[in-house]
T-cell receptor, first 112, second 110 residues
Framework: DSGVTQTPKHLITATGQRVTLRCSPR?????VYWYQQSLDQGLQFLIH???????AKGNILERFSAQQFPDLHSELNLSSLELGDSALYFC???????????FGPGTRLTVT | GEDVEQSLFLSVREGDSSVINCTYT??????LYWYKQEPGAGLQLLTY?????DMKQDQRLTVLLNKKDKHLSLRIADTQTGDSAIYFC??????????FGTGTRLKVLA
């Protein structure tokens, strides 16, 4: 158990809908990273937040957005969902040893 | 461009050593990592190496780094069936960005 929690574990929704994925980092970690893992694209970095501020953006679509709240949990919002958004979404956190990243168990999103 | 490459599959017999290889592109990467992903689970950090090191050993795991060739390897000694998983190498670029390889699926035959 890495100490990073993600909810929900599974999510099934229809095209065009909007969903919110939630991540709670390890206790004390200020950094949260979001990744998308799909069969054809591998593990893609989406976005990074540090203590509530966005610090880096990767291959994140404009339909996706994220935020980190004062209690350090983070939410990833996916809107206008398409079939191709079906994937595993992971968050990871890191603390003062910012070269160590710990992953949550992931949320499996299925868009039908 | 950013690219971390790994072979897709590796099959070994139980008790043998496994060597998983990775090539990366950014010579300025500060840290390089190996993660393990078991079915239905997240990525578990196995080990990492700082870019000014050539080798790191941690119990059954040995990481070798060849900076000149931008080549990273993970050796698992005395491979067990519980080591069957997907192994990802990753590089840290700059302060916040991590680039992951495609993963190598290791199958351990009893």
């Amino acid at each position: 158990d890495s100490g990073v929690t993600q909810t929900p574990k599974h999510l099934i929704t229809a095209t065009g809908q909007r969903v919110t994925l939630r991540c709670s980092p390890r206790s004390g970690d200020l950094s949260v990273y979001w990744y998308q893992q799909s069969l054809d694209q591998g593990l893609q970095f989406l976005i990074h937040y540090y203590n509530g501020e966005e610090r880096a953006k990767g291959n994140i679509l404009e339909r996706f957005s994220a935020q980190q709240f004062p209690d350090l949990h983070s939410e990833l919002n996916l809107s206008s969902l398409e079939l191709g958004d079906s994937a595993l979404y992971f968050c990871a956190s890191s603390g003062t040893a910012d070269y160590e990243q710990y992953f949550g168990p992931g949320t499996r999103l299925t868009v039908t | 461009g950013e690219d971390v490459e790994q072979s897709l599959f590796l099959s070994v017999r139980e008790g043998d050593s496994s060597v998983i290889n990775c090539t990366y592109t950014d010579s300025s990467s500060t840290y390089l990592y190996w993660y393990k992903q078991e079915p239905g689970a997240g990525l578990q950090l196995l080990t990492y190496i700082f870019s000014n090191m050539d080798m790191k050993q941690d119990q059954r795991l040995t990481v070798l780094l060849n900076k000149k060739d931008k080549h990273l390897s993970l050796r698992i000694a005395d491979t067990q069936t519980g080591d069957s998983a997907i192994y990802f190498c990753a590089e840290k670029e700059g302060t916040y960005k991590y680039i992951f390889g495609t993963g190598t699926r290791l199958k351990v035959l009893a």
